[in-house]
């Protein structure tokens, strides 16, 4: 557990130089710690375990847009599990119930535990239909349809940079969205 | 949208750099001041004999305790706007203005002539100390909050408390200019009273708007 954790500090260290592709394997190295974290919580809230994809999306999101208030001489993990515990509570909450989250849901994951069956996500498909049409194409484009950012821009007669500002605000928007829910 | 799909798309956004969360708060802070300063300026203003109190060490410690108010919890809460952070090793640096005051009060009662304790302590501008201190914290609490909105606070209504703090120590710098109430007692009592206030107002505010 040590040494995944300090790979993931070294990841995120990559990725803040500017390694996308070290970015990408973290997102997708922690995505199985934090699904198996929310479904925990959910379970003990007396939820459907199975509901979990939306909140590990939701903790991405935050992951994404809060990046710059991690201290990268100091290890991810506490980092990661403070905001994932974070989002974890507050879904929780909004589906009513009173919870306790223990910083240990996320510390205690094996990784080698098996992939659970989950319902897909819906809420964040669902806002992205709400954003500004602009911010909605370039977001489907590159989300949806796997387009990188140069052929979006290719295809939309935009400019790389403007395709760039509409994904970030797109994202933001999102979070805010959901948050807003 | 597969959590597949939301990855990709969060990683062709790894090259967007938000700005430090320091940065943004000073930046804000720095756009409220004015606001105060402009309610300081009309409303009060700097006391007339302001030359002669600057001899008086009283007059120069209450600018030493709003500062040694305002200054760490300015560090206080741009350590919590870490979402991993606690008060924890932090919450001594508040104890820095109350020691300051505790010299203060020691170092009057030492003084031969002295005005009766009742005297020092009521002065002649508590209320207006109790209003304007808050009035004048209230623009610098929302560019504070909207500053820390940029972090990640986890704990938000503590977060709150403290830039009621750092915006009642600023705002607290000003009207010191202006009181001619000196005294360590009566700093001690209403200055902690119009602080207390703010920092209650941030901490209902911090839930509401430090959520992320």
Redesign the interface.
């Known amino acids: 557990m040590r040494e995944r954790e300090d790979e993931w500090t070294g990841l995120m260290r990559s990725?803040i130089s500017?390694d996308?592709?070290a970015?990408?394997r973290l997102?997708?190295a922690v995505?199985p710690v934090l699904r198996a974290a929310a479904r925990r919580g959910l379970t003990r809230a007396g939820q459907p375990a199975d509901q979990s994809?939306d909140i590990?999306?939701d903790i991405?999101?935050?992951v994404?847009?809060?990046?710059?208030?991690?201290?990268a001489s100091?290890p991810f993990a506490?980092?990661l599990?403070?905001?994932a515990?974070?989002k974890l509570i507050?879904a929780l909450r909004r589906r009513g119930r009173r919870v306790f989250v223990n910083i240990d849901d996320f510390a205690e994951t094996l990784p080698g535990e098996p992939a659970a069956e989950t319902v897909?996500?819906g809420e964040?498909?669902a806002q992205?239909k709400s954003l500004p049409a602009r911010q909605r194409d370039v977001?489907q484009s590159?989300?949806?349809d796997?387009a990188?950012?140069q052929d979006t821009a290719k295809k939309f007669a935009m400019s790389e940079g403007a395709v760039?500002v509409a994904?970030?605000r797109g994202?933001a928007n999102l979070t805010a969205r959901l948050?807003g829910q | 949208m597969e959590t597949d799909q939301l990855i990709s798309t969060l990683a062709a956004d790894n090259a967007h750099r938000a700005r430090p969360v320091g940065s943004v708060l000073t930046l804000s802070l720095l756009l409220a001041a004015p606001v105060s300063i402009v309610i300081f300026l009309t409303e009060l203003g700097v006391r007339p004999d302001v030359m002669t109190a600057m001899r008086n060490p009283f007059f120069d410690l209450k600018f030493a305790v709003t500062l040694a108010l305002a200054i760490p919890a300015i560090a206080i809460s741009l350590h919590l706007s870490r979402p991993e952070a606690s008060l924890r090793g932090w919450a001594w640096l508040l104890l820095i203005p109350v020691g300051l005051l505790v010299a203060g009060i020691g170092g009057e009662m030492m003084m031969p002539q002295r005005p009766p304790m009742m005297t020092r302590l009521v002065g002649r501008n508590a209320w207006n100390c109790l209003t304007s201190i808050p009035l004048m914290a209230l623009p610098l609490l929302v560019a504070a909050l909207l500053g820390l909105r940029h972090g990640a606070p986890t704990r938000p209504a503590v977060a709150g408390a403290i830039a009621g703090l750092l915006s009642a120590g600023l705002a607290a710098t000003l009207y010191a200019s202006h009181c001619t109430d000196d005294s360590p007692l009566f700093v001690a009592t209403w200055y902690t009273i119009a602080a207390a206030l703010v920092a209650a107002i941030g901490a209902l505010a911090g839930p509401r708007v430090l959520r992320f």
């Open positions: 990725a500017g996308d592709a970015y990408h997102l997708r995505t994809e590990v999306q991405l999101l935050a994404h847009l809060k990046r710059h208030t991690w201290d100091a506490p980092w599990f403070a905001i515990r974070n507050d897909p996500a964040v498909e992205l977001l590159i989300a949806v796997s990188s950012i760039r994904l970030h994202l948050r």
